[in-house]
Each structure stands twice: as structure tokens, then as C-alpha cells.
């Protein structure tokens, strides 16, 4: 009775997940450690929250992820992301998978990213995601689109847009089954070499708009420590990093009062500057 109370537990869990197109994870543990607030990054992690981000970077870069969603295990979500830049140009490659055999819905996307003044930079990507639950519901398979910007007001200040799937891209015919569109807008601020903060407004289509912001803080050079928090739903988050010259390590932590614990790593490579 208990395991099987669990598994109805769960199933509810991961429809609600797999219905949200992957909208509510926050690959990358540095950025979940700020609350999921990674609309304004600049790292190889913008690949997942937005393309435009990815005009800032000049090297090669790679990220992988796993995260234990409320210590379930079969709410693991893993991923992996790639980005190449040449010039004022990037191209990524992503691949996220949430769920594990029975219930699992996947994204693999292409984004580009260009870098059009010193200042302001745009982003645009191409999902092919795919649903499988269970034996009756059978796979169902979308195609969508993603756009976003990012513009540097100044050396402290910069401010993003992203929006996910504008179109609410089909998956199934029967009831007219839709996947959300979710649009984030976001600010950062670099008070100084030490610390800087970040927060978010994030709004699905099918949700109520969230807040989310964090603050991360570098006490000595290759040691990050991290805070934020996050609503719909309501979270507090922590984690650490530790960067070493080429490879960065991140931990983080999700608290949520009724479900418990969402912990995640993940490991970044950033290749030497052309």
C-alpha cells in the first residue's frame, strides 16, 4: 500500500512536470542556487535559459547536469549543453531528459546566438521534444521555437527577455493538448568583484506569474556561495562552486516546505579565450 501510494504520488508529480515542457527546472546548479533566476546569464548555461546569453561567450564551452527532483528518483533530470563561438556568432547543441522509463519527456535543440553590438546581444533556438507516458498514452513528438535578447546597460547592469514556445506548439489532436509558452524578463546587477544578484519574473502560459532572484558571493577567488529564493513554488535555495581554470563544480540545494529537497550538480567546462 505504501509503494503503491508513492507511485500515484509520483505519477502526479511527473504529469504536471511533463505537461510543463520542462518549464520549471533550472538546469545548471549555480543558477538554481540563485533561486532558477538564470534569464540574464552569460555562461554556456544560457543554452537552457536563454539563447541570447550565449553571445557573451568566447571560448568553447560544455556543461553537464543531474538533478534528484524532490529526492525521487524518477524525477531525476539530466542534461548536457555545448557552445561553440566564432566571432560575434554561437552555435549550441542541448539535450535535457526528465523522467525515467515509463514516464519521460525529452528536448534536444540548436540555438544561435549573435552578438550584434558590444552591449546587446539576440538568441533564437529550435526544440524537437518528445513525451512518453506509459503504455496507452504512446510518445507524442513537438517541434518549437525559443527567442530571446540580453543588453548590457553599463558594466554593473544588464537586463534579459526570453520567451519559450510562443506558438503553444500541438502534441496531441485529442482536446486540442498544447505545450505552455512561458515568457521570463530579468535584471542583474554586479555590485562588485565580490558579489552580484539576480532576479526574474517568469510567466507560463497555463500558471501564475513566479518571482525568483538570488545572490552569489565569492569570498576568495575560486569559491562561490550562493542564496536565493523562488515562488508557484515557493523555494529557498542554496549552494556552493569551486573554479579552477578551465572547470568550474557546482552544488545546489531546493527547500520546498510540503515536497522537501531538490538537489543538483553540475560540471562546466570553459575553454581558453581565442
Known sequence: MIYSMKYIVVLIIIMGLLTTGLAQNSPGAAIAGCGGAGVVNTTVWS??????????INSPSAGVYYENRFNIKELGDKGLVFAMPFGKHTFALSYRSLGYSA?????????????????????????????????????RRAMSFDAGFLYKLNDKFRLAGHIQNPTRAKIADFNDERLPSVVRFGVGYIFSTKVNAVIEVKKPSDNKPSLKGGIEYWPIEKLALRAGFGSVPSQITFGFGWKTKLLAFDVSTGFHQTLGVTPQ????????SE
Open 47 to 56: 543554452g537552457f535559459h536563454n539563447q541570447a546569453g550565449l553571445s557573451q
Open 103 to 139: 514516464f519521460n519527456n525529452s528536448n534536444a535543440a540548436l540555438a544561435y546566438a549573435m552578438r550584434l553590438t558590444d552591449k546587446f546581444g539576440v538568441g533564437l533556438q529550435f526544440n524537437y521534444q518528445t513525451i512518453r507516458i506509459g503504455e496507452n498514452y504512446g510518445n
Open 265 to 272: 550538480i553540475s560540471l562546466t567546462y570553459s575553454g581558453k
